[in-house]
């Protein structure tokens, strides 16, 4: 046939389709992910059971699939089509649980290997084990190969599980089997055929366009049932060309009352059915026509099939979008506010401006100015009140704890909105749980925190070393002592934005930040004093950034490990597109 | 008696004991006030599902128990109407072929008491009520009095008005008996939608395994044993499944005779309602803690040290402390230091004075502590930092255990906003009375400093009137002297020099050694003052966040005892062995019954 020749450029774009499905993660929970997961491995099944051994070879037996209720009797229909007990047929619900394959023995090379339905395992012969089901119970992943001349050459019959029972596996396999179905014979009876789940699965296939025949089963045999049989027979015609499905072949078959031979139907019971099946075997323009039907119907519902996965693939894309956004408005925000206390005059209160006003104010500045002078009059002071006159290393000190308090709680700030703007998405809670230690301080960040601090005061204390190579100010600067000025700078830098007191404590930092200034001025030169303040200060935000950026990775991380692929939405799309015009160039 | 009779006696009084009305009233008052309390805290979705089952459950029991409300629910054609007509003895009900049947519900009501009240409730459709209580019955459905059967629609049909409708009336029936057929037993729609949902509800629901006449008798047998697993798995265990037949009427006596022990019972509907309370508690239970989590005291709550140290470290108690030491040494140096160096003290600012502490007090007027506001430095970025990491740790150590709302509820009282904070830290430094003692030895170490001083001045113009005179050369006037004698009577050292030297020295060595013990003294004040300081602080960290958090947590253990699974009920489990060999043997007296037929 042709088809299998030029539709090489199609088999090759849905092979590329089920790549892209087969590896497409939707790893958050976000509401629509289910359906997406679910909408994802349906059509994927679809792709390996069905669409693509069918292209590769379009003239292969058709495979007719017996649907259904629980209780319909599709097994006891199959055994009595073939007349032999092929499968199990019992008044336990649901009753059949693996399906069963049966195929002419010269069809048996189509169904041997793994060309369709390839994730069951072949078994042949043998009884399906019986037992009881739960709605729990494991799936039966195996498919049980029956060879039987009954079956005419050129048509598979598949039993297939139940569509509406407590089994969740039952459900699931009957799905996927239907789909791969080239041809679905839809078994119901009397008391079921107003069901809304089997009727919701019709109706899917009228919009697929799939080929369909339907079967009114167990209908009550015996005088006064007639009335009856035709009331239903006429309701249940109506309700199927009301669903679309008016064009679906509808047999009926009688309920034995007690005179199965082997718990087989009449002969008689089944057979319209059997000779509407052994011509269509027979007949190989229509068996093309019904695979025609079904094989274009599923590639017609790809695109509608998969609109789900990719809404759900891009939801995915933008939640994570959002998470990493909040991350990096979190951690925005709080580097903001660090960057201006560190810098607006506001640490220049407290702790730091008292041990500094205790160093300019009672005058240890300009002692230590004097150092032979001033190291005996420390001494002596010393021995008068009991303690040592404090130098500049309190000052220092302060600042270390000034500013790793303040590094530490913006970044714990900074780590609890992320923790409450996830709270507040779709997959927060998932996420949260991912995140687990990275949304705490990471360990050791308090010591990365007081390094960061002593290596920037030691940089502002080489910075001035440096300045002061020069012959001129070498002098001065050894006169005032290195420390001295570099915690003097290191006051101007923490006023360095602060442009507008706003009130007495800022005034008073100020106060001490233009105290400092002068005095490096005085040593260094009004040009040179901007200069060293402003790589200074850079250099401490630079640190800054260094370390935020630590707990801010480790949610970026946590975020990556969750395994969104922002452009799989795309690629399905493009997949998509590839198949619409594969297509396109085939008609 | 049938032997379903005997299993419905024992159903209506299980081991917990005849539960009664009023007892459920308060159970229903119980749970509004743990919604009440909860509030937010619980599941949005326990919360909101929790309302209408409450209202349902008072709207049922102001309706009075003396009626029993039965329905019969199933799939379309499994017989339910048939069964309800066999039931009622008239052929109340459309029955047909045509799938789904019945479109709304249909009542029967037995005896003479009224019922409109509550087939109104149910909005049952008028023209769908009949009275089976005639004249031409005589006294044979005198044992069904009290009864109100109910034949409900489809609930699996492609109608979905038909299901709504029983998904409605589900929710209100006191006894629902559910009808299934040999086809649909096993239906998902039936299980996951309805019976998963009765979790719990045993003693309110029966099973009909209907149309058994068309199976073999041991296949009869083996499906009731399969619709009962199923029923286990469902999570009723202890509910009956009875086999019936309305075409042949196998089985509608015993079921007839199983209604009117319920009704006789008058028990169903508190059943019914019980188990449905107990449904909304367990759903609700599930937004709190599944063990008792401890309410410590407000200052026992894990890391309420560091939050403490941390607002004292914001309230500027180390700088109050130095100053109160530094007041001290102060002081007594002003009153024994060396008289001629006593001055200098003077002109450094009194500590206390700078931070605005020492005024107040001083001047002892009426001035409220509230309107006084410290100069103590304002806390620095951080410190406070330092306060919301203390808090928040806080929050996070005493939200261990807790469902998620409830740890964000502990979570936000632990990080209160930080100006008021600041504002009743301060107020409570100024409120502190702070330790300003002045030792009597203060004034005997001060007088005896100005007796040195004295001798030491007379010593020295004693010597310096020595020295002129010897000058002048004037003759040498005897100088007393003091100290050992020598050999030859006079004694070692002249007075003015003792007077002088020893003033001197004894002065220098008198005020070295109050400054030492002084010193010890200021360290004394200085822990006095910390600790009246860090009690102050101490109550505005219970007020601001430790209270609140330990009130979160009484709130949160208050729900959640009273969302505790009643003790008095071991329903679950015990019963559970029993009533299993019971409806074994009920499952075989049925057997038997029917093959009698």
């Not at chain 1, 679309?244 to 199965?260: H, K, Q, R, Y």
């Not at chain 2, 409109?116 to 009275?131: A, K, N, T």
């Not at chain 2, 008792?292 to 109050?320: K, R, S, T």
């Not at chain 2, 002892?364 to 740790?393: F, I, M, N, Y």
Request: hydrophobic letters at 45%.
């Amino acid at each position: 046939m042709s088809e299998a020749g030029d539709g090489g450029q199609l088999l090759a774009s849905l092979e590329r389709l089920r790549t892209e499905l087969d590896g497409l993660r939707l790893p958050l929970d976000l509401p629509d992910a289910g359906r997406g997961r679910a909408g994802a491995a349906a059509v994927r099944d679809q792709l390996d059971d069905y669409l693509l051994p069918r292209l590769r070879q379009i003239d292969a037996p058709l495979l007719a699939v017996v649907g259904g209720s629980t209780g319909a009797g599709k097994s006891t229909l199959v055994n009595s089509l073939l007349r032999e007990r092929v499968t199990r047929a019992g008044a336990l619900r649901p009753t059949t649980r693996s399906p069963v394959l049966a195929h002419h023995p010269d069809d048996a090379p189509w169904f041997t290997g793994d060309r369709v339905l390839p994730a069951l395992a072949r078994s042949t012969g043998g009884d399906e084990p019986g037992g009881p089901a739960g709605a729990t119970s494991p799936a039966a992943s195996g498919l049980r190969l029956v060879s039987s001349p009954a079956v005419p050459a050129g048509l598979a019959l598949i039993d297939a599980p139940d569509v509406d029972s407590v089994v969740d596996a039952n459900r699931a396999l009957a799905a996927q089997l239907l789909a791969a179905a080239d041809l679905w014979v839809f078994v119901t009876t009397a008391a079921r055929y107003a069901d809304a789940v089997p009727w919701d699965l019709l109706a899917g296939a009228a919009r697929r366009g799939a080929s369909v025949a339907v079967v009114l089963d167990r209908v009550p045999a015996g005088a006064g049932d007639d009335a009856v049989l035709r009331e239903v027979r006429a309701d249940l015609a109506g309700m199927l060309s009301r669903g679309g499905l008016g064009a679906a072949p509808l047999f009926t078959v009688v309920e034995a009352d007690g005179g199965d031979v082997d718990g087989l139907l009449p002969e008689a019971a089944v057979a319209p059915l059997r000779s509407w099946l052994d011509g269509l075997a027979g007949d190989a323009r229509r068996r093309s026509l019904v695979v025609r039907r079904t094989l274009t119907g599923a590639l017609d519902s790809l695109p509608e099939r998969l609109a789900p996965v990719a809404g759900a693939a891009s939801a995915q894309a933008s939640a994570s979008g959002l998470l990493h956004d909040d991350v990096v408005a979190a951690f925005a925000t709080g580097r903001e506010e660090l960057e201006t206390e560190l810098t607006d005059g506001t640490l220049l209160r407290g702790e730091v401006l008292a041990r500094w006003q205790e160093f300019v104010g009672t005058g240890e500045l300009f002692r230590s100015l004097d150092a032979a002078v001033g190291r005996l009059r420390d001494r002596v002071g010393a021995l008068v009140r009991g303690r040592p006159a404090p130098g500049a290393e309190p000052v220092g000190a302060a600042v270390r704890s000034g500013v790793a308090d303040l590094v530490r709680a913006r970044c714990a700030g900074a780590l609890d909105r992320t923790r409450d703007r996830w709270a507040s998405r779709p997959a927060g809670a998932q996420v949260l749980a991912l995140a687990g230690p990275a949304l705490e301080l990471p360990d050791g960040f308090d010591e990365r925190v007081a390094r960061l601090v002593r290596d920037w005061q030691r940089g502002v204390l080489d910075l001035v070393r440096a300045e002061g190579e020069g012959r001129r100010t070498r002098a001065r600067v050894l006169s005032f002592g290195v420390n001295a000025l570099g915690v003097a700078l290191m006051v101007v830098v923490f006023a360095s934005t602060a442009f507008i007191p706003t009130g007495a404590e800022v005034g008073v930092g100020l106060g001490a930040a233009a105290v400092g200034q002068r005095l490096l001025e005085a040593v260094f030169g009004d040009a040179a004093v901007r200069a060293l303040a402003a790589r200074a200060r850079a250099d401490l935000l630079r640190r800054v950034d260094e370390l935020v950026d630590v707990p801010r990775r480790r949610l970026d991380e946590v975020l990556d490990a969750a395994g969104v692929d922002d452009a799989a939405a795309d690629r399905l799309a493009a997949a998509l597109a590839d198949v619409a015009a594969a297509r396109r160039a085939d008609a | 008696m049938s032997p379903f009779g005997r299993r419905a006696a024992t159903a209506s009084g299980p081991a917990g004991g005849l539960v009664d009305g009023r007892a459920l009233v308060e159970r229903v008052g119980a749970l509004r006030a743990a919604v009440d309390a909860g509030g937010g805290r619980l599941e949005t979705d326990a919360v909101a599902a929790a309302e209408p089952v409450l209202r349902r459950a008072e709207e049922r029991l102001g309706l009075g128990t003396g009626r029993t409300v039965v329905a019969l629910a199933g799939a379309t054609g499994s017989g339910k109407s048939s069964l309800f007509n066999a039931l009622a003895g008239l052929p109340l009900a459309q029955t047909g072929a045509r799938r789904p049947t019945t479109a709304s519900p249909t009542a029967c009501v037995w005896g003479p008491e009224p019922a409109e009240e509550l087939l109104d409730w149910l909005e049952v459709p008028r023209r769908h009520r009949s009275d089976r209580e005639s004249a031409l019955d005589a006294g044979d459905q005198v044992d069904l009095h009290g009864l109100v059967l109910l034949d409900l629609p489809d609930h699996d049909s492609t109608t979905l008005a038909h299901r709504l409708e029983v998904d409605r009336l589900v929710r209100l029936v006191d006894l629902l008996v559910w009808v299934v057929d040999p086809q649909k037993y096993a239906d998902d729609a039936l299980h996951a939608r309805y019976l998963r949902r009765l979790a719990g509800h045993d003693d309110v629901v029966l099973l009909v395994l209907n149309q058994v006449d068309r199976l073999a008798p041991a296949d009869a047998d083996a499906t009731q044993e399969d619709l009962r697993r199923l029923l286990a798995e469902d999570g009723l265990a202890r509910a009956d499944v009875l086999t019936t037949s309305a075409r042949t009427g196998a089985g509608v006596a015993a079921l007839r005779g199983r209604l009117a022990d319920a009704v006789a019972a008058r028990a169903l509907a508190l059943r019914r309602t019980e188990a449905d309370l107990e449904d909304v508690r367990a759903s609700l239970a599930r937004g709190v803690a599944a063990d008792v989590v401890p309410v410590p005291a407000a200052e026992d709550l894990p890391g309420a040290d560091q939050l403490v140290g941390a607002l004292a470290g914001a309230a500027g108690v180390p700088a109050v402390v130095d100053a109160v030491e530094g007041d001290h040494r102060r002081r007594a140096a002003r009153r024994t230091g060396w008289p001629p160096l006593r001055w200098t003290a003077r002109l450094r600012r009194e500590p206390l004075r700078r931070l605005g502490l020492e005024g107040r007090r001083a001047s002892g007027d009426g001035e409220a502590p509230e309107l006084v506001v410290s100069s103590v430095p304002a806390p620095t970025p951080s410190q406070r930092a330092a306060v919301e990491l203390a808090g928040r740790r806080v929050g996070a150590g005493c939200s261990q255990g807790l469902p998620p709302r409830w740890a964000a509820a502990v979570r936000e009282a632990a990080a209160p906003p930080g100006p008021e904070v600041a504002d009743a830290l301060d107020r409570a430094v100024v409120g502190v009375e702070l330790p300003r003692t002045s030792p009597r030895w203060w004034a005997v170490a001060g007088a005896a400093q100005v007796v040195l001083a004295v001798a030491a001045v007379v010593g020295l113009v004693w010597l310096a009137g020595l020295g002129v005179a010897a000058w002048l050369q004037l003759p040498d006037a005897a100088v007393p002297a003091v100290g050992p004698a020598r050999e030859d009577g006079t004694r070692v050292l002249p007075l003015p020099t003792a007077l002088a030297v020893g003033g001197l020295v004894l002065g220098a060595l008198l005020a070295a050694v109050s400054r030492r013990v002084a010193a010890a003294g200021a360290r004394r004040e200085r822990r006095r003052a910390a600790e009246r300081l860090e009690a102050a602080v101490r109550t505005v960290a219970a007020d601001a966040v430790l209270g609140p958090v330990a009130r979160v947590l009484a709130e949160h253990e208050h729900v959640r005892s009273s969302l505790a699974p009643p003790a008095t009920t071991p329903r679950r489990d015990a019963p559970r062995r029993t009533a299993r060999r019971r409806a074994g043997a009920a499952a075989s007296a049925a057997g038997d019954e029917r093959r009698g037929h």
